[in-house]
């Protein structure tokens, strides 16, 4: 019982601190309690050098080429393509799987498993950036890549 006595008097003897505290505040009073001790202001400067090393680049057969050094960029797409709500088929054969999509100045075309190919003014690049995967080869010819690509 002496235990929880002492603690209800330290309270109430904290509580009658603070509402003196907040008295003295409003009347414009500000305490003259212990200064904050003073923080460590930010070391001196010193220069950084940014130019890159001689070995900060990839060896060169690493280094993804960029959209300058390329015609377009080619992909397999394997599952039905779903455009507007709807399954986009073939115009030619009516296929609608297995589409290789290439991406050439902004525009990307279709091209069938059976070679049928046809500009999709639906896609963009920012579709094509956001289903294919990372490059992994380069092509002379468009017809290499889509042999590589096995269509």
Known sequence: MAGSERD??????????????SRAWARGERPSGPARPARPGPGPVREVSVA????????????VPSRDEVDGLL???AGPLVLDGAVRACRDCGGYRDWLVLLRQDNVWLRC??????????LDAVWFNRNSGPVDGRHPTLE????HLGG
């Open 8 to 21: 209800r008097r330290a309270q109430r003897r904290a509580r009658q601190e603070q509402r003196e505290r």
């Open 52 to 63: 890159p090393a001689e070995g900060d680049f990839p060896p060169e057969e690493l280094r």
């Open 75 to 77: 992909m397999r797409y």
């Open 113 to 122: 498993p059976a070679g049928h190919a046809s500009f999709e003014p639906a």
């Open 144 to 147: 290499a890549g889509i042999e």
